[in-house]
């Protein structure tokens, strides 16, 4: 995995941490690191788990962030099979709606945070156009999101939304902690990603062309017939829609295959730059030059800055001076019900949900979905059952590894853990610098390709021991006070005391299914310690034995076993 390009400061009490450079945050622009390749063709394939899991399980940790307490009881009391089961579990989830959040609901109420709810102008008004602004308020919109998107994928019941959420802000990758970006990260999460999350691509790709966020990111706020910007456009292509499986680089356009209408299979750069003229005047509300905090933050057409004459764009012809932003309307309606997007949007899903190579059946049955529902209010719900409810996906097990976010709100799931997740906290402190040092901080990617989303990027020694460092802090309980982590002896049944009771019993609770023999046997022995493991310990008395209660605790987290997905 790339290396940041910034550190963090070790917190002190009372003071999250923040980056201590933080690209354009005061308007001076720097270079993007370059992209990292994907895996080129098929790699050695991973060694499979010893046990394949239960149909609760698989859904649980792929359809959502791991089982919490009562939640594979509550999967397998939903119907008589596993295949109902699930049908029904995932419906549930498609409509988030429908399921009470109000435990989620109700920490993020009680935590202080006071951009979550303001909209786009207000977030511009009060922390992007101000001069002389503190750093901590211009990027406090950021900073409560992140915490936000924390307490959602620890305790909130709609799983399948924050799985999401977070595949959608990976594929319209946006590097938050920029000025203007930080100050209205707030409306890109709420209401570009999460609002678009389950709904129509088309609309949520209109969201984001539009969005604050995103048009200063890539620049396309600057983009021009005088001054033409493609790095919006080329992303659009090649990140977002059609993907880099079908750009064919420099040839000329009449090199390109094309379908029975005459419609290019793939793009070149000729097209990049017909796109890119599409999109001219697409910019911000405010001085586009020298002071854009004097405008309100949102979209602005700018029909002067607009090239108005004739284009070609995947083999679609555009006349000239058609309507005020209907050039990069039709571009994004192109891109939209093109076949090679529904393959490659599909294929970045299956990717997400089943396993890092998919097979092409799967891929051609979610695509045929997505193309032929690309103007359904609920294309996207559509698509993600599809890939839910193929066999594929229920006996797909160890093609896909937790990323450190994962390994955290996994083992705080299962852990029961009651964290604050506030800003100025000295826990919350704590949590925030451990985790930045996985290399996998919310909204902290700097290229537009988003966090690697393949076994290859995250099984270093790197993320892997800082995540396993995270892990041990959570189950670390020096303050019997101390309920915000897990305290492995407040939460086992009291009639629970030998070492085989006490290793089943939270192998189950994290794991959800047994562990291989000799794995298992490996825990049991630890929690003995040459005692009979069928004879009682005395734990209730022995504060040695707690503690070593909670290390055998973050040995199953430590295990093989936890880090499959």
């Not at 109902?84 to 109000?102: E, H, M, N």
């Not at 310990?537 to 430590?558: A, C, E, H, K, Y």
Request: glycine share 6%; hydrophobic share 40%; proline share 8%.
């Amino acid at each position: 995995m790339e290396a940041k390009a910034h550190a963090l400061e070790k917190p002190v009490a009372g003071e999250r941490p923040v980056p201590r450079s933080v690209r354009r945050i005061f308007g001076v622009p720097t270079m993007r690191p370059s992209r990292p390749a994907a895996p080129s063709a098929d790699p050695p394939a991973p060694r499979p788990p010893a046990i394949t899991p239960p149909v609760a399980v698989i859904a649980l940790n792929r359809l959502g962030f791991g089982q919490a307490p009562g939640d594979i009881a509550a999967f397998n009391a939903l119907a008589a099979t596993d295949a109902q089961r699930l049908q029904i579990w995932v419906d549930q989830q498609l409509q988030p709606g429908a399921i009470d959040d109000s435990v989620a609901d109700a920490r993020i109420a009680a935590s202080g945070y006071t951009t979550l709810g303001k909209p786009l102008t207000q977030l511009w008004a009060d922390h992007a156009a101000p001069s002389g602004l503190s750093y901590r308020e211009r990027i406090r919109p950021a900073d409560e999101t992140t915490l936000a998107t924390f307490v959602r994928a620890v305790y909130s019941k709609r799983q399948l939304l924050e799985v999401m959420a977070d595949f959608w802000h990976n594929h319209f990758s946006v590097y938050a902690w920029e000025r203007y970006e930080a100050a209205t990260w707030v409306h890109y999460d709420r209401d570009v990603i999460r609002a678009n999350a389950l709904g129509n691509f088309r609309t949520m790709l209109g969201a984001v062309a539009k969005s604050t966020p995103m048009l200063f990111y890539l620049d396309n706020w600057l983009n021009s017939e005088d001054g033409p910007n493609e790095n919006y456009p080329r992303e659009l292509m090649e990140l977002h829609t059609l993907g880099d499986e079908n750009y064919f680089g420099a040839v000329p356009r009449n090199q390109v295959p094309t379908d029975a209408l005459g419609i290019q299979s793939g793009f070149v750069d000729e097209d990049v730059f017909a796109v890119t003229r599409c999109l001219t005047g697409w910019s911000i509300d405010g001085d586009p030059w020298w002071r854009p905090r004097d405008g309100n933050g949102t979209y602005f057409y700018r029909a002067d800055w607009h090239d108005a004459s004739a284009k070609n764009v995947l083999g679609h012809q555009l006349p000239a001076g058609q309507p005020a932003e209907k050039d990069g309307e039709d571009v994004l309606d192109i891109l939209a019900s093109h076949p090679g997007t529904a393959r490659f949007v599909c294929r970045k899903l299956c990717r997400r949900l089943v396993g890092d190579f998919p097979p092409e059946s799967l891929v051609d049955a979610a695509a045929q979905v997505f193309r032929t529902q690309w103007q359904a209010p609920d294309q996207i719900a559509q698509v993600i059952r599809t890939i839910a409810l193929s066999s594929e996906f229920s006996s797909t097990w160890g093609q896909k590894v937790k990323r450190p976010f994962d390994i955290a709100v996994s083992a705080m799931r299962a852990g029961g853990a009651d964290f604050p997740f506030i800003d100025g906290d000295s826990d919350t402190n704590s949590f925030d610098w451990r985790f930045y040092n996985t290399g996998h901080y919310p909204f902290d990617w700097h290229p537009p390709n988003g966090y690697p989303d393949f076994r290859e990027a995250w099984v270093s020694s790197s993320p892997r021991v800082l995540s396993w460092r995270l892990t041990n802090w959570l189950i670390d309980v020096e303050d019997p006070n101390d309920i915000y982590r897990l305290n492995a002896h407040a939460q086992t049944h009291v009639w629970i005391r030998s070492a085989n009771d006490l290793a089943d019993y939270w192998i189950d609770r994290i794991l959800g299914r047994p562990m291989s023999a000799q794995d298992r046997q490996e825990i049991v022995d630890f929690m003995a310690q040459g005692v009979n493991p069928s004879f009682d310990l005395p734990l209730d008395s022995d504060s040695d034995l707690r503690d070593r209660l909670q290390t055998m605790v973050g040995l199953i987290f430590l295990s093989p076993d936890f880090l499959w997905r």
